[in-house]
């Protein structure tokens, strides 16, 4: 049962999520014309970039730990990734923005933005060149400084927070696909082609590479909710 336990995560990420989408006070199946749409959107470019990297050897999949579907070169696990792994973080945005309660200032999150684009700059100028924290660092300063100073958007303040939470579940989910508590790595890199920093067997890049993934989900969620509202 070994080439079932990616999509065992990706379905085991998504369960609880879905299953509570329907919870009264919750209902974030009311949600889904806004942020399905969205979810769909954001997964492709996404996709096209695991393909090339994929293709080009910068990370790829261990054969023991799939079901053996692929399209391209991408396992249907990971294509599925993109699709289980958002909803369940937005999900979690949600919930959290519902509640009503604003966990961090408008202040604190243009220092939060700056302190993480400082950190990941000062990375990107000692790494430039590498194709994984270049890629994924580039377009994460971009994406923040935009969000933050360009067109402040409202909705960072529960993004911050939301993602400080997830990194629980992150590092049991992104630790299995990395190789932690199973025999091998689902998910294996090419170490030359990124900082070769780990937390456990996590590489650094994964968080800002999960941080860019969940905010162009919620950034253009919250779009499409906004030009729906101005239409009705």
Known sequence: MTQYTYLSIDL?????????????????????????PAMIMVALPFLVWDEYFTTIGIWGFNPDYLSGLYIGHLPI????????????CVFSYHCIKVS??????????????????????????????????TSTFVLLITSLLFFTFVKPSPY??????????????????????TGSWIDEAIVWYD?????????????????????????????????????????S
């Open 12 to 36: 085991g990420a998504l369960l609880i999520p879905l299953i509570f989408s329907f919870h009264p006070k919750i209902k974030f199946n009311q949600q889904w014309p806004f942020y399905l």
């Open 77 to 88: 696990e990971e294509i599925l990734f993109f699709l289980c792994i958002p909803y369940a």
């Open 100 to 133: 009503e309660y604003k966990p961090i200032s408008d202040k604190t999150v243009k220092i939060t933005t700056a302190m993480i684009c400082l950190a990941l700059g000062i990375l990107l100028a000692l790494n430039f060149g590498k194709y994984y924290p």
């Open 156 to 177: 960072l303040n529960t993004f911050y927070f939301t993602y400080l939470i997830l990194q629980v579940p992150f590092f049991i989910t992104n630790g299995l696909l």
């Open 191 to 231: 170490d030359s082609e990124n900082l070769g920093i780990r937390i456990a067997t996590i590489p650094l890049e994964d968080t800002f590479y999960g941080m860019l993934l969940i905010l162009w989900n919620i950034a253009v969620y919250e779009v499409i909710k906004s030009r729906y509202s101005k239409i």
